[in-house]
């Protein structure tokens, strides 16, 4: 386990597991803290912490474009340089849309993501009953970004997308410690869309903010897209995405899944190929 790991975790359980450290959450998830901290992030007063951050976290800044951070969301937001992400291009190829931590999940009729004793239903996420009765029998990919991760992500095939459905929630952070004490993605605002794709079908994907968050910035409402294209990027804190898959659309390696039932993460970039439409062919 790393320092930056250890000190987060210790945080994590205070805040969660302590009196005072549940009280203190309560304030910190409120949506005025959450607004006032955006736009401290957002001001050039916030500039001094863009050094520490970086040492921090281990953040090879030579592969992002660094001209003019103006504020710390800048240096968070940062585009990674051309060429370092490279994008698998191969129609029948699924690719993940950012960095992070990939945890896959067969759809059943009432459970999504089993996360330490906890459940969370397609209903619950999308609140939408209609949309969620599509991914039955589904699957259902979740990738964690931690701080340190790229937070800019992109389009996984080409297609034509619906408008975009913010959800509002109170805000918490992603990690897992925190799953033992609050449904996160209930809990968590979010915002999804319906994506007509050429090669996987109707696919939702749901970007979710985490505590001191609560920024969401998709740069497109209903357009047609491209694969690799960005769709859009997170403001500061660990973040998650979600992408649900109707039945039959799509054929992951069976590692992915014992790595999930192990309670086993597995990093993943932008652009790399996870798996194949499945029609194409078989692992």
């Known amino acids: 386990m790393t320092d930056i790991k250890k000190e987060e975790d210790k945080a994590l359980k205070f805040l969660y597991h302590t009196a005072s ?17 955006a736009a401290f992030l957002d001001s050039r007063f916030s500039k001094p912490l863009i050094g520490y951050f ?15 951070f103006k504020c710390f969301n800048d240096c968070f937001s940062r585009k990674i340089k051309q060429g370092l992400r490279p994008v698998d291009q191969s129609p029948e190829n699924l690719i993940s849309p950012c960095d992070g931590l990939l945890s896959v999940y067969p759809i059943t009729d009432k459970t999504v993501l089993p996360v330490k004793q906890s459940h969370y239903t397609i209903d619950m996420l999308l609140k939408n009953q209609r949309l969620s009765s599509r991914y039955r029998n589904g699957i259902c990919l979740v990738l964690r970004l931690c ?12 297609g034509i997308k619906g408008k975009n459905f913010f959800i509002s929630g ?27 794709t050429e090669n996987f079908g109707r696919v939702t994907q749901i970007e979710v ?15 047609a897209f491209v694969k690799g294209q ?15 898959f109707e039945k039959d659309k799509v054929k992951l390696p069976q590692s992915f899944f014992d790595m999930t039932k192990q309670g086993k993460e597995l990093p993943v970039k932008m652009g790399q190929k996870l798996g194949e439409r499945l029609d194409s062919m078989s692992y």
């Open 147 to 158: 701080v340190h991760h790229y937070h800019r992500y992109c389009y996984i095939d080409n």
């Open 170 to 196: 109170k805000l918490h952070t992603v990690r897992p410690i925190a799953l033992e004490a609050v449904p996160v993605f209930t809990q968590n605002c979010r915002e999804y869309t319906v994506m007509k």
């Open 21 to 37: 450290g549940r009280m203190l959450l309560k304030i910190l998830s409120s949506r005025w803290v959450s607004r006032l901290c």
């Open 230 to 244: 960005e769709k859009g990027m997170f403001l500061y804190g660990g973040s998650t995405i979600i992408l649900l």
């Open 54 to 68: 970086i040492r921090k976290n281990h953040i090879n800044i030579a592969e992002y474009i660094c001209d003019n």
């Open 209 to 223: 903010g985490a505590m001191l968050v609560g920024k969401i910035k998709n740069h497109h409402g209903s357009t």
